[in-house]
């Protein structure tokens, strides 16, 4: 599982980065930066789902859910979310230290 975690952390970093650069070299092209939104890009991959979560989330959670944390998340740039997403799984996955040293108990 922890292999996984890890692999699965190291894969979305690499979106990340391949986001910061897509964004990057577009903002050089038109002559200022402006990064995709993380609500852009899931509208683009989701666009039959994308709009229902709003109703859902408000309807069956909480509307204080919706409002102030999911939008902050949704208009955050796309590979801020990707980067903290992937340092996160790849932190839940990491090894255990190995003890040092020798045992105290004789």
């Known amino acids: 599982m922890r292999f996984v975690l890890r692999v699965v952390g190291f894969l979305v970093i690499v979106a990340g980065f391949v986001s910061f650069v897509i964004d990057s070299t577009r903002g050089i092209a038109n002559g200022h930066f402006d990064f995709t939104p993380l609500g852009a890009t899931l509208f683009a991959l989701l666009p039959h789902s994308f709009p229902l979560i709003e109703p859902a ?50």
């Open 57 to 106: 989330v408000a309807r069956h959670i909480h509307p204080f859910l919706w409002d102030p944390v999911l939008l902050t998340v949704f208009t955050t740039p796309t590979w801020v979310v990707a980067l903290v997403i992937g340092i996160l799984a790849m932190w839940i996955g990491r090894r255990k230290p190995e003890s040092v040293g020798f045992a105290s108990d004789r």
